[in-house]
C-alpha cells in the first residue's frame, strides 16, 4: 500500500487533483478536468484525468460515490496520516532521566 501511495503522490498533476479535491470535496470527473484547465492551464484529456484518479484511488487517496448517472470523488487523507504516523518526530524536551 504504501509503494501505491508514495507512486500516486510522485506525479505533480495528482498531487493538483488532490489538492482540487481538499478544495472543494465530491467533485465529478468534468469538474475536475474544468479546474485543472481553467485554475492551472492543464490541457490533460478527460481520458488522462480519469486515469490519474485511478491511480488515486487505487492508492486509497481518492474515494467515489455514485448517484444517478455521476459519479463523485472524494479525498481521503487516512493513508497521509498513516505514513506520517509511521516516523513519529521525537519529543523536542528528550527524555526524562532517572537519577538513581
Avoid at 448517472?69 to 493513508?79: C, E
Amino acid at each position: 500500500m504504501a509503494d501505491e501511495l508514495f507512486r500516486a503522490l510522485a506525479d505533480p498533476t495528482r498531487r493538483t487533483i488532490l489538492d482540487e479535491l481538499a478544495e472543494k470535496s465530491g467533485q465529478t470527473l468534468f469538474e475536475i478536468c474544468s479546474r485543472l484547465t481553467m485554475k492551472h492551464q492543464r490541457g490533460i484529456s478527460r481520458q488522462g484525468v480519469s486515469q490519474h484518479l485511478a491511480v488515486l484511488e487505487a492508492a486509497g487517496l481518492v474515494e467515489t460515490r455514485r448517484e444517478g448517472r455521476y459519479k463523485f470523488h472524494d479525498l481521503n487523507t487516512a493513508p497521509l496520516r498513516q505514513i506520517a504516523e509511521r516516523w513519529p518526530t521525537p519529543d523536542p524536551s528528550g527524555p526524562e532521566e532517572s537519577t538513581p
